[in-house]
T-cell receptor, first 116, second 112 residues
Framework: EPEVTQTPSHQVTQMGQEVILRCVPISNHLYFYWYRQILGQKVEFLVS????????KSEIFDDQFSVERPDGSNFTLKIRSTKLEDSAMYFC??????????????FGAGTRLSVL | SQQGEEDPQALSIQEGENATMNCSYK?????LQWYRQNSGRGLVHLILIRSNEREKHSGRLRVTLDTSKKSSSLLITASRAADTASYFC????????????FGKGTRLSVIA
């Protein structure tokens, strides 16, 4: 069964450094998302992406964040200058369409980002 | 505003018992979904119920939706130790490119 793959599974970085989190969505999916989950808290939406552009972003997704899908396969989240409060699990998700059961999202296993 | 608030926050039961988790939300929705998360892992979709449906079953799962009360419940019957996980409801506000809005989740522990 196809799955969403995220790498790395754990990323440790120093405050102020740039990180890139990578995702390979399921091949027939068209809509892509990044979410984050701070330890013990709810899953929060960061950004949605369709047709090579951002569709919607939350207040969390400030100028330090960017996303791209450079090659039609990988979907990346970049944090330019990490802060301590960026420490969280970051999940990539995708879905094939817009209506009914196509609103079900398929999640990767996540990247745990630890900012020291 | 908060959307998809579950209760209880934590639930501990014996294997074989039923587990009921509740979710409330604030705005009109297109559908409501339940996801499961094993510790430190990604979310796995369990079941979707549309706004015009009142009840849905899938295996040992039963979901109800009451749009007048803006609430949903997830019942897991005959629980197993392997059901131990966190369970989240997530709402889809409209049909379109809309993100899932998650609640805080219920941590279910099933004791063998």
């Amino acid at each position: 069964e196809p799955e969403v793959t995220q790498t790395p599974s754990h990323q440790v970085t120093q405050m102020g450094q740039e990180v890139i989190l990578r995702c390979v969505p399921i091949s027939n999916h068209l809509y892509f998302y990044w979410y984050r989950q701070i330890l013990g808290q709810k899953v929060e939406f960061l950004v949605s992406f369709y047709n090579n552009e951002i569709s919607e972003k939350s207040e969390i997704f400030d100028d330090q964040f960017s996303v791209e899908r450079p090659d039609g396969s990988n979907f990346t989240l970049k944090i330019r200058s990490t802060k301590l409060e960026d420490s969280a699990m970051y999940f990539c998700a995708g879905r094939p369409g817009l209506a009914g059961d196509q609103t079900i999202q398929y999640f990767g296993a996540g990247t745990r980002l630890s900012v020291l | 505003s908060q959307q998809g608030e579950e209760d209880p926050q934590a639930l501990s039961i014996q294997e074989g018992e039923n587990a009921t988790m509740n979710c409330s939300y604030k705005t009109s929705i297109n559908n409501l979904q339940w996801y499961r998360q094993n510790s430190g892992r990604g979310l796995v979709h369990l079941i979707l119920i549309r706004s015009n449906e009142r009840e849905k079953h899938s295996g040992r799962l039963r979901v109800t939706l009451d749009t007048s009360k803006k609430s949903s419940s997830l019942l897991i019957t005959a629980s197993r130790a392997a059901d131990t996980a966190s369970y989240f409801c997530a709402t889809v506000l409209y049909s379109g490119n809309t993100p899932l809005v998650f609640g805080k989740g219920t941590r279910l522990s099933v004791i063998a």
